[in-house]
């Protein structure tokens, strides 16, 4: 099988070095040549072929940002005319529907929920006009450990709005208000907070930017960040609730304000209106 990658940069070469054991040969495609140079001969010990090939190709791959995602199911197409074309651009909606447009042969579209040198992990999959070749492609993601599920466009593309735009605008809100926290403070809740945004601000910019701008969600994050700073006590304890009650979380404490060892949050068993030794939240 003969395999076209279009986009050498992380995903990319991700794609290339992961089908690379299914395929014959794998032929890169980028708007930077010395990029798709250094992944072919680095990562698949393939080959370089210009952005505006005629090949014929059993698969296409399409590794791009979101943005030209629906401009490179139209120019590949009929590259992949007698075979497949899928993406891992990371919106489903739009590929899709470009590929039910220009695709004569098989398309899907694929989604990999991590960054490759975090992998593996689990991969989005709609199959738009599935066969043996998309088959093949699944397969073998599957095969190096991921857990390759499906799904619909629409589900997909909703689903982005929160663990992507929502997660990212959350996560680097926390890191801008937080600054730099001396770790000896850490709690069991903010320590993850400030690994996670590590993670994303060890990414690309432009990929969060695209996220951000295709995906819907950071308003909805801002708006509930706004609730919890104007809510009274009252009010607060609400949206709390309704928080643990989104994730299907199960309370510490009891009706009555005890723990689960029947002790009180507050140390009034003496009759004392004494505070207790601390009034941090315990993470």
Not at 88 to 109: I, K, N, R
Not at 218 to 228: F, K, M, S
């Amino acid at each position: 099988m003969k395999l076209l990658v279009v986009g050498a940069g992380e995903m990319g070469r991700w794609v290339a070095h992961t089908l690379r054991p299914a395929v014959d040969r794998v032929a890169l495609a980028d708007t930077n040549p010395q990029a798709a140079m250094d992944a072919a001969e680095a990562v698949v010990d393939g080959r370089v072929v210009p952005l505006d090939t005629d090949e014929p190709f059993d698969c296409v791959a399409l590794a791009v940002p979101i943005p030209v995602v629906g401009e490179a199911v139209a120019r590949y197409a009929d590259n992949a005319a007698d075979g497949a074309i899928v993406d891992v651009s990371g919106v489903m909606g739009d590929s899709l529907a470009a590929m039910d447009e220009h695709a004569a042969g098989e398309y899907a579209s694929f989604h990999p929920l991590f960054a490759p040198p975090r992998g593996p992990g689990r991969i989005a999959y709609v199959p738009g006009e599935p066969g043996p070749i998309v088959e093949r492609v699944r397969d073998r993601f599957a095969a190096v450990g991921n857990e390759v599920f499906e799904t619909t466009a629409g589900e997909h593309d909703e689903a982005m709005e929160k663990v992507q735009t929502g997660a990212h605008t959350a996560v680097l809100a926390y890191a801008l208000a937080a600054g730099d926290v001396d770790e000896r403070f850490h709690t069991p809740v903010s320590e993850p907070l400030s690994e996670l945004a590590r993670t994303v601000t060890e990414g690309e910019p432009r990929v969060y930017a695209d996220i951000r701008e295709t995906f819907d969600g950071a308003d909805a994050v801002a708006e509930a960040a706004r609730a919890l700073s104007a809510a009274d006590r009252d009010e607060f304890a609400a949206l709390f609730e309704r928080a643990g009650d989104a994730l299907g979380a199960e309370s510490r404490v009891d009706a009555d304000g005890d723990g689960p060892d029947g002790s009180a949050d507050r140390d009034e068993s003496e009759g004392t209106a004494d505070p207790p030794a601390s009034s941090e939240p315990d993470d």
